[in-house]
């Protein structure tokens, strides 16, 4: 219940402070962009999270804690919490407010075909991690099941959740959808039959409680997308591409700690970065197991992690077209940055 | 008569749908937000025009919050008036409802509406729960107090020729407690689609309070600001409508003379 007032309240804020909470951010855009010119040093920048401080952001935590972004120029990455329908990445770029956000294609290509100069520079998760998660005494498989089923979908999902349906030739009167704040509980209650959600953190959850939880991966219902994606502007691209490789190269770093080292990830975010959320280490360490399948995969062991090969590239546009976004690739990704940094750094590579 | 109470109470709307449009833009623009974002009046003005489908997507879900939200304001006032005549002619309900009462108001309803929506559903009942308690407490203080400030000296007369105290009710007490019970009305039309936006970005999944939302997350500002315009406007224009119902009732009950 604390969670749920914690998120409800985010939510409002975004919804009745809107004008507000724009006015706010305009005026910080001007500080941030004013102190990015420093000589030697990078200052300070503003990475907006997509969700609460958990395990999903384990390579943040490292690259701070082991001071990568320091020794990147950096005198402090500032992460800022996600979450709340108010608090965007993509609407944090376009007012100034952070430099750098993990975001997802779903949430960027909508604001690229609107007309914010955006780009998506790198892929933490390789693998779509979104899934349709149920339980086991009333499963959802395959996307056939989700015919007459009440499911929960955030409203910062709803593009992935059309996309699903066209993927699958399903008509949006077919399914029940329910609003839904990710309270797994509602699943649990038999208010919904499934959610949308992240495979990496229901499934665990509920297992935890006692549940047993069934999913259909999106990525496995026609729907293969990157996620956690970082978003930048096209001025930060062809203005400041020092500043984010060196980024970049912290991130890498970070990343590659937290790959290496799961239960020390779920520490870092149950009891330094995410100490308010009431976090689990057990279930964040799992967590953590289970998105180093997401994160690692054969192409980014070759290639470097965040690398996105032309053919996955391809399968993402693909998969956003089927959303109805329709986008060119080039308007969407920009990857060279990734591949200078690589270069310049082989050694960044997963051994 | 009717005429001129619409002109008085419509009439200085104009000016200040000026002041409000001005406002929404300088702010905009001395802030500096970006207009991808901060949608400008032509911005929205052109949205709205460009498209049918546009429209459809605004005024089909500002019709269904209008339904919402006059089905809260409803529940909430009918119960709040059973409820404040009942405290009027029963003392210890009052002590021992008001706690109850105060108690509905002081959890905020974002945490109370997973409840509600077990207990009553996710359809219009729901609805009629969520808006109903926005409106139902702040209505129920004021018309209670109306109804309390009934004249001492008429209810004597009407105890003394042998009326009962639902005489005094009715003749005295309810004349007596209507500007109170307009000013709740007034209250309570805002607080009325407040509620209905809580309903259903919370329980429904229909209607403004849902697709504003859904619009922030597909990036779709100039629907977003399209959304708060139209909700607004509803929220001034119903303002304005019981501001005319008000004063057209206050003068058939005032002591004054009919003009």
Redesign the interface.
């Known amino acids: 219940?604390a969670t749920?007032?914690r998120r409800?309240?985010l939510?409002?804020t975004?919804?009745a402070g809107?004008?507000l909470g724009?006015?706010a951010?305009?005026?910080n855009?001007?500080t941030t962009s004013g102190s990015s010119s420093g000589g030697g040093g990078f200052g300070s920048v503003k990475l907006q999270l997509s969700w609460k401080k958990n395990v999903e952001f384990a390579g943040e935590y490292f690259a701070d804690t082991n001071g990568y972004f320091k020794a990147a120029g950096f005198t402090q990455v500032e992460l800022l919490s996600g979450g709340g329908?108010?608090t965007?990445v993509?609407?944090g770029l376009?007012?100034?407010r952070c430099w750098a956000g993990l975001s997802a294609p779903t949430?960027t290509a909508?604001?690229v075909l609107?007309?914010?100069p955006l780009k998506i520079v790198g892929a933490t998760f390789q693998k779509n991690p979104f899934a349709v998660i149920s339980l086991s005494k009333n499963p959802i498989e395959k996307a056939e099941d989700l015919v007459g089923k009440k499911i929960g979908v955030?409203?910062?999902?709803?593009?992935v959740w059309n996309a699903l349906l066209k993927a699958n030739g399903l008509d949006a009167a077919q399914v029940t959808?329910?609003?839904f704040?990710s309270?797994p509980s509602?699943l649990t209650?038999g208010?919904l039959d499934g959610y949308v959600g992240f495979v990496t953190s229901g499934p665990v959850n509920l297992r935890m409680k006692g549940h047993d939880p069934r999913y259909l991966l999106l990525a496995d219902a026609g729907l293969p997308l990157v996620a956690e994606t970082f978003t930048v502007t096209q001025e930060t691209i062809d203005n400041e591409r020092d500043k984010l490789k060196a980024f970049l190269t912290a991130e890498i770093k970070g990343w590659k700690d937290a790959v290496a080292d799961p239960a020390r990830s779920a520490e870092l975010a149950a009891t330094v970065y995410g100490k308010d959320q009431n976090l689990d280490v057990k279930e964040q360490t799992e967590e953590a197991k289970m998105q180093n399948e997401l994160v690692v995969t054969d192409d980014s062991k070759a290639n470097g992690l965040f690398t996105m090969t032309p053919e996955l590239i391809e399968q993402n546009i693909e998969s956003l077209a089927k959303a109805g976004l329709t986008i060119k690739a080039e308007q969407l990704f920009d990857l060279s940055i990734l591949n200078e940094v690589y270069q310049a750094d082989p050694s960044l590579k997963l051994a | 008569m009717i005429g001129r109470t619409v002109l008085r109470i419509v009439g200085p709307l104009a000016p200040s749908v000026v002041i409000v449009v001005a406002a929404w833009w300088l702010a905009l623009e001395a802030f500096g937000i970006s207009p991808l974002v901060g949608k400008r009046p032509p911005q929205v003005w052109e949205y709205l025009t460009s498209s049918e489908a546009h429209r459809e997507a605004v005024f089909g879900a500002l019709g269904v919050t209008i339904r919402d939200a006059a089905i809260g304001f409803a529940s909430g006032m009918v119960a709040a008036t059973a409820v404040a005549v009942a405290f009027v002619l029963f003392r210890t309900v009052e002590q021992t409802f008001m706690p109850v009462a105060m108690l509905l108001r002081s959890v905020p309803l974002v945490v109370m509406t997973p409840l509600i929506t077990l207990i009553f559903g996710r359809d219009l009942v729901g609805v009629a729960v969520i808006g109903g308690i926005v409106v139902f407490f702040p209505a129920l203080v004021n018309i209670a107090f109306g109804l309390r400030s009934a004249s001492p000296q008429a209810t004597d007369l009407i105890l003394a020729y042998g009326g009962s105290r639902l005489t005094v009710l009715r003749k005295v007490a309810v004349p007596t407690a209507m500007p109170a019970v307009f000013a709740s009305a007034r209250i309570s039309v805002p607080a009325s689609i407040i509620g209905a936006l809580i309903a259903e970005w919370l329980a429904t999944g229909e209607g403004i309070g849902a697709e504003i939302l859904r619009a922030i997350g597909g990036f779709r500002y100039d629907e977003v600001w399209a959304d708060i315009v139209v909700v607004t406007t509803v929220s001034i224009l119903a303002y304005a409508v019981v501001g005319v119902v008000e004063a057209l009732v206050l003068a058939r009950f005032s002591d004054r003379p009919h003009d």
């Open positions: 219940m749920l007032d409800a309240f939510r409002t975004g919804l809107l004008a724009l006015a951010c305009g005026d855009g001007t329908s108010g965007s993509e609407s376009a007012t100034g949430i909508p604001a609107q007309g914010a955030q409203d910062s999902n709803e593009l959808r329910v609003p704040q309270d509602m209650s208010q």
